[in-house]
């Protein structure tokens, strides 16, 4: 009994003792971490207040306000020139102007948004290469970030080759009139990016749509829709009160309501009027205009519901072009 007995007295004491040492381990082991986290701060603090990093920062900085200074300096005198030129050139107003100048104005938006990406890529790589000294861990990172963006900028990459394939095929320019789908949206293009392109509505919202996400475009070339009605009265009185409604709410027009001809058969009066409207806006035409027609003709006068034709007359002439001709057919 006193032999267990010693023996467990000496076992006992002998994991306490061990449990003594570990506890004393343990605590200069994590004194010692507590030093070299403090020792790293310390260092990181020294760093920050040290005239390397201070450098360092001066530069980089320097290299960032001259990087905004070609960029402003690109960027706006390009336009100014530009614009120079166009105002001594007084050029007539016909439609190869016009899209020769859109075409210039989408040039000088894609050049712009281009080197706001390239200038800022330039910076931070300049600004890597300062602070970090070591080439082979500068290129690890970068391979790193290379990974990890590369994997996050799917979309990105999806915008701009979309962005691509809309200017090298010509679907818009800067200064058209387009609707795209599938959200819709229609307005003036203001701005083409590579990544973006910003409308701007007809109630004044700028929109920003990604052109990855484009799927169709509709571009009203002509920077408006015509339209033509026939409205046929039974007296000449009717006919008086309907050419006299058209001045009403001209200001909504691009072309104001006119009148085109009038040919008067068996006592009825055909009138054959012209408007012209902002795209998205055939609204005032196929119910606002014919609205305020059937007022001031009355409903006794109206001989029938006026006739509204959408077709442009340019392009009907090259359709017209493009179909050959009953004779020449026979003929061959």
Not at 31 to 57: C, H, K, M, P
Not at 118 to 131: E, T
Not at 163 to 170: A, D, M, P, V, Y
Not at 273 to 298: D, Y
């Amino acid at each position: 009994m006193a032999f267990f007995q010693g023996e467990a007295n000496g076992s006992g004491t002998g994991t306490l003792g061990k449990a003594g040492q570990g506890i004393q381990e343990t605590g200069e082991e994590t004194q010692t971490r507590l030093q070299e986290i403090q020792d790293s701060f310390r260092g990181f603090y020294e760093y920050l207040i040290s005239a390397e990093f201070i450098s360092n920062v001066i530069v980089t900085a320097i290299i960032a306000v001259l990087g905004v200074l070609f960029y402003e300096t690109v960027t706006r005198g390009i336009p100014l020139v530009l614009r120079w030129r166009r105002n001594l050139g007084d050029e007539p107003q016909d439609a190869e102007t016009i899209a020769r100048r859109k075409r210039q104005d989408t040039a000088i938006t894609l050049a712009r948004n281009a080197l706001r990406y390239v200038i800022f890529a330039v910076v931070v790589v300049l600004a890597v290469g300062i602070f970090v000294r070591n080439p082979l861990g500068a290129a690890a990172g970068a391979t790193v970030l290379a990974a990890v963006l590369g994997f996050g900028a799917q979309s990105f990459l999806r915008d701009i080759i979309a962005g691509f394939s809309i200017l090298f095929e010509g679907q818009y320019s800067v200064g058209d009139f387009v609707q795209v789908e599938p959200t819709k949206v229609s307005g003036v293009v203001e701005e083409f990016g590579l990544r973006t392109t910003r409308i701007r509505a007809l109630s004044g919202e700028v929109i920003f749509i990604p052109n990855g996400t484009i799927t169709g475009v509709t571009n009203y070339v002509s920077g408006q829709q015509r339209f033509t009605l026939e409205v046929q009265v039974n007296d000449a009185e009717a006919a008086e009160r309907v050419i006299g409604s058209l001045g009403e709410a001209s200001e909504l027009y691009l072309a104001p309501p006119r009148l085109a001809g009038r040919e008067e058969l068996d006592g009825r009066v055909r009138l054959r009027i012209l408007a012209g409207v902002l795209p998205s806006m055939a609204w005032l035409v196929e119910e606002n205009l014919t609205g305020r027609i059937k007022a001031a003709a009355g409903e006794e006068s109206l001989a029938a519901e006026p006739l509204i034709y959408k077709v442009d007359r340019s392009n009907l002439r090259r359709i017209r072009k493009l179909i050959p001709r009953e004779n020449e057919k026979n003929s061959g």
